[in-house]
């Protein structure tokens, strides 16, 4: 069986995605239960394609990073057509994997709306759509009968929304603490190694960690929608950006950070929430200087981690990917595994 997807945002991580599907077909078959077919690509720089029946795979891995270059495909236009593809096409599953707008979480918000409003399952790694608008995508998800998906957004690929959600339902989780951002702690480990900053962030926008924009990562904003995301998740908590207290790692000098190597320390970036007895959450982004033998100390490079503590079992540590291309590509394909359990189309 087949599922139709449209591709909204063509950068690195729905790229990925393309060539995990381009791969091999009978291997994805054999493995997953079902095969996907891309039948529509729309991103705001590249363009958009619609071809119904499947667009060819080995055109799309071949297309230039080059404004309006979806225009040279068969069906191709050198304008985006994010509305009419997500409303109009023959998708079963709209994959949003466009830039995160911290402020607003426009336009990312309304392409869920438009693909659950007229019967799409989603899957976004998109934090923006979360942060603002996640009770009412999911009462749209529950109205129309579809899946709204978003395991990559918060530590990419590694499962710690389904893994807090579904293996450790029960337990009685009361915080969590962890280190959420790959960048802010691939950053902070090449400093402590002799960088700058500013190379140390280059470094981490060439390896595909960074944010487009980069001071979302340094400055905690990215850290703070994920604690978002994960408390409202876990506990209803309806956080929002102004119950947040956060600081990034922009108040930390180079000297600061090397220091603390000498100390047998190390500067993380840590987002934390708790649930207080009266039932309300605290939460906040701020880096922590950490002796060797805290359990987040050792995390290093784009690798996250998360301790959920809870009444049952106390400390749970869940850490692996954070950040990647394909690590979020595969965030992705586990949404859309998530959706074939659930029902089938
Ligand atoms: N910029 C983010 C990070 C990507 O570095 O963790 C994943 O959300």
Not at 177 to 192: D, M, Q
Not at 265 to 290: N, T
Not at 317 to 328: L, N
Not at 335 to 340: K, L, V
Request: hydrophobic fraction near 40%; charge should be negative; include cysteine.
């Amino acid at each position: 069986m087949y599922y139709n997807i449209a591709l909204i945002g063509f950068g690195g991580v729905n790229r990925a995605l393309a060539d995990i599907i381009a791969t091999d077909e009978e291997k994805f078959y054999r493995e997953m239960g079902f095969n996907l077919r891309i039948v529509a690509v729309s991103d705001m720089f590249l363009g958009s394609v619609y071809t119904p029946e499947g667009i060819d795979l080995a055109l799309l891995a071949a297309l230039p990073v080059a404004q309006g270059a979806c225009a040279t495909l068969p069906n191709g236009k050198a304008t985006a057509e994010n509305e009419d593809i997500i409303k109009n096409s023959n998708a079963d599953i709209v994959v949003e994997a466009t830039v995160t707008d911290s402020v607003t979480g426009q336009p990312a918000t309304s392409h869920c709306r438009w693909a659950l409003s007229t019967g799409k399952h989603v899957s976004t790694t998109n934090k923006g759509p979360l942060a603002f608008a996640e009770k009412e995508l999911m009462d749209l998800a529950l109205k129309n009968n579809v899946g709204f998906e978003y395991e990559g957004v918060v530590m990419s690929g590694t499962p710690v929304l389904r893994f807090a959600d579904k293996l450790l339902k029960g337990s009685e989780i009361h915080q969590f603490s962890g280190i959420l951002n790959g960048t802010a702690n691939y950053v902070l480990g090449l400093v402590e190694q002799g960088h700058t900053f500013a190379d140390a962030i280059t470094s981490a926008q060439k390896q595909g960690y960074a944010e487009a924009d980069p001071s979302a990562d340094v400055e905690g904003k990215d850290v703070m929608l994920k604690v978002i995301v994960l408390a409202n998740r876990l506990w209803g908590a309806n956080l929002t950006r102004d119950n947040v207290q956060c600081q990034g790692i922009t108040g930390l000098t180079e000297t600061m950070v090397k220091e603390a190597v000498a100390e047998g320390c190390h500067w993380k970036l840590i987002g934390k929430a708790s649930k207080q007895e009266d039932g309300s959450v605290v939460a906040s982004v701020s880096p922590e200087k950490l002796s060797l033998e805290h359990p987040l100390a050792g995390i290093s490079g784009a690798v996250n981690a998360i301790t959920f503590t809870s009444g049952m079992l106390g400390d749970v540590t869940v850490s692996g990917p954070g950040a990647g291309r394909i690590e979020t590509a595969y965030a992705i394909l586990s949404d859309i595994i998530a959706i074939h359990q659930r029902k089938e189309i």
